[in-house]
């Protein structure tokens, strides 16, 4: 069949139309919390499930990660596939004291220099917020959820009108009370999970997709 010029300008429509809808939806997503809630563990968790491979070190030291750590992927769930990039936030806090870290066996001098990587990694991740799609605050379910960080971080985000998962980490652990992280947020979406053993994965992938 031969291509009038009639037929060429719907065809080309048509084309750019299909390419609309094959055209992947892009979200920054990152995830912020308190110290040792499990982001890190979380972050690994996510990439490993769609890349096969981890993008940050998860310990139990306070402040492990202290820059920005970022990976993109694409996750499928609900029928969509989104392209992600995921920001591993340092852990936030009110207050850094270079002591702590000396329990841990850090040196003074090593201590010191945590301190102030931690606090700039504190700063850094309260500035991103003005640059992602949407937030996973991660909250540990076996504290209290009410703390300053949380609320400081949720008055941020809604603030800037970041839409926000709530994900209600260690579900796993013995004294976890994830349904008192969802009443306290409770004109939040609450997702309970455990990030170290996997539960609840596929539902946290389900919110992000709806989000």
């Known amino acids: 069949m031969t291509i009038t010029s009639q037929m060429a300008i719907p065809l080309v429509a048509a084309l750019k139309w299909l390419d609309f809808l094959n055209r992947k939806k892009k979200l920054c997503v990152g995830i912020f919390g308190e110290t040792n809630v499990g982001k890190s563990t979380l972050a690994n968790r996510i990439t490993y499930d769609f890349t096969g491979e981890k993008m940050s070190i998860a310990s139990t030291v306070p402040h492990e990660t202290r820059e920005i750590q970022q990976e993109y992927f694409d996750l499928q769930a609900n029928g969509k596939t989104l392209g992600i990039t995921l920001l591993d936030m340092p852990g936030i806090s009110t207050k850094v004291d270079f002591r702590e870290f000396k329990q841990y066996g850090l040196t003074e001098e090593e201590a010191m220099q945590r301190a102030k990587e931690a606090t700039r990694g504190v700063i850094e991740a309260i500035k991103a917020i003005n640059n992602i799609d949407l937030a996973l605050l991660m909250v540990d379910s076996t504290r209290a959820p009410f703390s300053q960080v949380n609320i400081t971080v949720l008055g941020v985000l809604e603030?800037?009108?970041?839409?926000?998962?709530?994900?209600?980490?260690?579900?796993?652990?013995?004294?976890?009370?994830?349904?008192?992280?969802?009443?306290?947020?409770?004109?939040?979406?609450?997702?309970?999970?455990?990030?170290?053993?996997?539960?609840?994965?596929?539902?946290?992938?389900?919110t992000i997709a709806s989000s």
């Open 159 to 206: 603030k800037e009108d970041v839409p926000t998962i709530v994900v209600a980490n260690k579900i796993d652990e013995k004294n976890a009370n994830p349904e008192q992280v969802e009443d306290a947020f409770s004109d939040k979406k609450t997702v309970p999970i455990s990030a170290l053993n996997g539960t609840n994965m596929s539902m946290l992938y389900k």
